[in-house]
Structures are given as structure tokens and as C-alpha cells.
């Protein structure tokens, strides 16, 4: 099973400035690997895909990057909406699995 | 528009059964591969099982195997697990979504149900 790391556990930002989030994966996953942000009592909602391409109907300020095993989402400017817990997800290998969670707070 | 909408959670006592269901909306289940994913109380995401587009390959996440089955009924245009044998640690809040295009990318997701294992 392919394990996900992701780093920092927690972030803590201030609306306006700039947010990394890490990921990092046990073996590689060559690109398959996506981004989703959850908010309290939501479903998740599907951010980036394969790497790098934004999912339909995301803000340009979500981007993200990497290949093999290190990954990085980076939101550019953080929006009061923004503050959320970011999951990884890789569908390298069965079984699919996901990183503990970033979560993003004020 | 495309929506999925769980049903069927609920407490049950361990050892007993439970079966949820999806009704999607807005496309054609038959045509997609589906997936189970859970979220037990503060705790992060769980992949669960999957049900490949043409119904004839699924699959399942060890910690379930053997006691979850996912089916599809294509006439109502749902997709249902059967979760039998239910432990505590299988208290959850119970996600289906959609993998898009063929893949195991989830682009949209249900609002959960929440399934309670307690005696």
C-alpha cells in the first residue's frame, strides 16, 4: 500500500499570503496523484488532478506541482474561503489511498 | 446537473448489517466507475470499494473485504453497498463518488451518510 505523507499538519495563515502544502508518497506515483479540500461538514471537493491541472470551475490561485514521490499544492493568496483541510490522493496503485490531511486555519 | 445522493445510515449493533445507497442524477451511473469512500469522526478519508463502468470488475479496500458488497441497480440508476459482519470501526460517514472519465479521480461526491456501529 502506497502511504502519503502530508506536511505540515496544520498551517497557519493570514488571508492574503501564500500557502504550501506538501505531500509526499512511499513509492512513486508518477503523476497520479490529486488535491481535494474539504470544509466542516462537506463532502471534499476535487481541486487538482493528475499533478497539476485544475478541476473545472477552480480558482487560478490553486495550483499545483511534482511527479514521482514529493507533491506541492500552493494556494497563491489565500481567500477567507480557503481556510479548509487539503487532502492528497493517489491512484497509482490499489489500494487507493489518502494523506492524513493539511488543514489550513486563520 | 450531476448529483449523488446517499441514503440508508443509520446505528446498528455490531455484528449486524446495513445497506446504503446513491442515487445519482444528472448522468448515466452505467457509464462511470463508482466509488465508496468513509470518514470516521475527525478523522481523514478512506477509499472503501469501487465499481468499474461495465459492473463486472470491483474492488475492495482490505480493511472491508469479505463483508462489503457494492452493486448497481442500472434501472434506477443507483449504486448501493451491502455492509455485513459491521465492527465499531466501521462508524463512519459514508461518501460515493464519481470517478471521472474512466478514472479513479473523484470529481463529484455526495453529501455522506453517516452509519454508527454501537451496542
Known amino acids: 500500500e502506497i502511504v502519503l505523507t502530508q506536511s505540515p499538519a496544520t498551517l497557519s495563515l493570514s488571508p492574503g499570503e501564500r500557502a504550501t502544502l506538501s505531500c509526499r508518497a512511499s513509492q512513486s506515483v508518477s503523476s497520479s496523484l490529486a488535491w481535494y479540500q474539504q470544509k466542516p461538514g462537506q463532502a471534499p471537493r476535487l481541486l487538482i488532478y493528475d499533478a497539476s491541472n485544475r478541476a473545472t470551475g477552480i480558482p487560478a490561485r490553486f495550483s499545483g506541482s511534482g511527479s514521482g514521490t514529493d507533491f506541492t499544492l500552493t494556494i497563491s493568496s489565500l481567500a477567507p474561503e480557503d481556510f479548509a483541510v487539503y487532502y492528497c490522493?493517489?491512484?497509482?496503485?490499489?489500494?487507493?489511498?489518502f494523506g492524513g490531511g493539511t488543514k489550513v486555519e486563520i | 446537473q450531476v448529483q449523488l445522493v446517499e441514503s440508508g445510515g443509520g446505528v446498528v449493533q455490531p455484528g449486524r448489517s446495513l445497506r446504503l445507497s446513491c442515487a445519482a442524477s444528472g448522468f448515466t451511473l452505467s457509464n462511470y466507475g463508482m466509488h465508496w469512500v468513509r470518514q470516521a469522526p475527525g478523522k481523514g478519508l478512506e477509499w472503501v470499494a469501487v465499481?468499474?463502468?461495465?459492473?463486472?470488475?470491483?474492488y475492495y479496500a482490505d480493511s472491508v473485504k469479505g463483508r462489503f458488497t457494492v452493486s448497481r441497480d442500472i434501472s434506477k440508476n443507483t449504486l448501493d453497498v451491502q455492509m455485513n459482519s459491521l465492527r465499531a470501526d466501521d462508524t463512519a460517514v459514508y461518501y460515493c463518488?464519481?470517478?471521472?472519465?474512466?478514472?479513479?479521480?473523484?470529481?463529484?461526491w455526495g453529501q455522506g451518510t453517516l452509519v454508527t456501529v454501537s451496542s
Open positions: 463518488a464519481r470517478g471521472r472519465s474512466g478514472s479513479s479521480i473523484f470529481d463529484y
Open positions: 490522493h493517489q491512484r497509482h496503485n490499489w489500494p487507493l489511498t
Open positions: 465499481v468499474w463502468s461495465d459492473g463486472s470488475d470491483k
